[in-house]
T-cell receptor
């Protein structure tokens, strides 16, 4: 079974731009969660989606948004990028909700 | 609210020595507990998890952890370190029957010396 895939793997943007990251969960998994990893703050929860509905949201500003499609693929969007948004963004999938989360390789976002 | 404290941001051991990585958690509800490992430029790989039942949990690559409710601890051990164990290790907690949200510790970077 293929694992969680994330695209792109690396991204460079400038301040003020917006970015969209994509996550394809393991086949059959309907729950997708997103995390931000930075050296200073560590791993922080962004959002959780199940069956196209956001079930939980972390403590991030409204510039961070996400969605999930009917095939369980998920995207997250960050608008008006700031230097502090530079991070590794990790996606995880699980099934059913509450089960073990399996992580993708991440998207490394650099904001210049 | 839940939280995780990993004691020691860096741990160094010799090859063949015991590995002990410490994790204490705080949770107002029965927890699920996890250990993940991260190699450079990679995502997180699950080592082991505790949900319910047996408190000694065995994982991959020879790692195990013991859930001690009275001590609110979930320390990770391996009897004999290998060079390939060098990585960063994260302890995490979530709620039983609750949301997917994982709360992570700050991580412990393990160095294995030859």
């Amino acid at each position: 079974k293929a694992g969680v895939t994330q695209t792109p793997r690396y991204l460079i943007k400038t301040r003020g731009q917006q970015v969209t990251l994509s996550c394809s969960p393991i086949s059959g998994h309907r729950s997708v969660s997103w995390y931000q990893q930075t050296p200073g703050q560590g791993l922080q929860f962004l959002f959780e989606y199940f069956s196209e509905t956001q079930r939980n949201k972390g403590n991030f500003p409204g510039r961070f948004s996400g969605r999930q499609f009917s095939n369980s693929r998920s995207e997250m969007n960050v608008s008006t990028l700031e230097l502090g948004d530079s991070a590794l963004y990790l996606c995880a999938s699980s099934s059913p909700p509450g089960a073990t989360q399996y992580f993708g390789p991440g998207t490394r976002l650099t904001v210049l | 609210a839940q939280s995780v404290t990993q004691l020691g941001s860096h741990v160094s051991v010799s090859e063949g020595a015991l590995v002990l990585l410490r994790c204490n958690y705080s949770s107002s509800v029965p927890p699920y507990l996890f250990w993940y490992v991260q190699y450079p430029n990679q995502g997180l790989q699950l080592l082991l998890k505790y949900t319910t039942g047996a408190t000694l949990v065995k994982g991959i690559n020879g790692f195990e952890a013991e859930f001690k409710k009275s001590e609110t601890s979930f320390h990770l051990t391996k009897p004999s370190a290998h060079m390939s164990d060098a990585a960063e290790y994260f302890c995490a907690v979530s709620s039983q029957g609750g949301s997917e949200k994982l709360v992570f510790g700050k991580g412990t970077k393990l160095t294995v010396n030859p």
